[in-house]
């Protein structure tokens, strides 16, 4: 929707959240593994960093896994790091690092996917800590009983939230693997496409 000049004079909180949105946007990186490396491009898909495996010398995780970086040390003495934050498909790039950096924990990387829990809001095997790497939304507890007058209702509100299509596009709903994460088996959907029929 275009909005005209006289629409926008009177939408101040509309042009505050477009910014915002524009921000988040702008900020946001997207991984991309191959068999040569890493290659790191912005929401415009310009390539803002890109290295060969053969040019890293090791590869270590800091920070842990819900707030973490990974930290590489290229064969000429350089640093790269990517953190978690900002980085779509993050926790992909954790499983695809190649065999042989001595600092990378590997079997702690294993162990860690092996642990994830199920989502019940989006349907991946991502749940750590009481929280959702992969929608970003809370486990349910009975605390949120104040909030929502059931977990059904706590789980159908948030999966509008996950599914809701961004302006006119189609509803995609599903759980397919993304972003490194499997598919939790055990998912229930509490809406249907039709909820964003209007
Ligand atoms: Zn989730």
């Keep these: 929707m275009k909005l005209s000049i006289f629409q926008r004079l009177f939408l101040p909180r509309k042009k505050e959240i477009e910014s915002l949105i524009d921000k988040i946007i702008d900020e946001l990186r997207f991984i991309e593994t191959n068999d040569k490396g890493i290659i790191i491009t912005n929401s415009d ?12 010398k090791d ?16 064969n000429n003495g350089e640093q790269k790091s990517i953190p978690e934050e900002h980085h779509e498909s993050w926790y992909e790039l954790l499983k695809k690092i ?14 860690f996917f092996d642990n994830l829990k199920g989502c019940e809001i989006c349907g991946m095997m991502s749940v750590y ?10 486990e349910w507890k009975e605390e949120f009983l104040d909030e929502y007058e059931s977990k059904e209702e706590y789980i159908r509100e948030l999966q509008l939230d996950e599914f809701e299509p ?21 998912w229930k959907l509490m809406i249907n496409s039709q909820y964003f029929n209007k």
């Design 59 to 74: 590869v270590e995780l800091v920070n842990g896994f819900s707030e973490g970086e990974i930290s590489f040390t290229l």
């Design 98 to 111: 190649p065999q042989g950096f001595s600092k990378y924990d590997y079997e702690g990387v294993r162990a």
């Design 129 to 138: 800590e009481g929280e959702c790497l992969a929608c970003g939304e809370e």
């Design 166 to 186: 961004i302006d006119d596009e189609e509803a995609v709903i599903s759980n397919k693997p993304k972003s490194g994460f499997k598919s939790f088996e055990g």
């Design 45 to 56: 898909k310009e390539v803002v960093e890109q290295f060969n495996w053969y040019d890293i």
